[in-house]
């Protein structure tokens, strides 16, 4: 089982100040569509390439459409990387958009 974490659960974390990385791994349009505030988009097929890009020292949060591609970068990232500071957003930004902020748009 991927290490993961609910909407609210990041919201919290969140609002407690806590430092965490926001990693998009959707495609640039739909990050231009709609994405939670503060968060990087590296498209799912450019993570092999932006490997050094993610923070080693603080939680990394993985965020795709409804929580599937994120799931597959993150066991990617785990399994050829050795990266254990990875959590996936369950639901995606879809969850986030209709549990945490409804100004986020759902498609």
Known sequence: MLPDLTPEDLHARLQ????????????????AYCRIEGSR???????????????????????CHHGV???QALAYLQHRHGLTNLL?????????????????AVY
Not at 16 to 31: A, C, F, K, S, W
């Open 69 to 71: 591609r994120s799931a």
């Open 88 to 104: 996936n957003l369950r639901g995606g930004i879809h969850a986030w958009s209709v549990r945490v902020d409804p100004t986020v």
């Open 16 to 31: 407690g100040g806590e430092i965490l990385q926001l990693i998009d791994v959707r495609e640039p349009e739909e990050y």
């Open 41 to 63: 988009l590296i498209p799912l097929g450019d993570i092999p390439g932006q490997v050094a890009e993610l923070a080693t020292d603080h939680p990394v949060v993985l965020i």
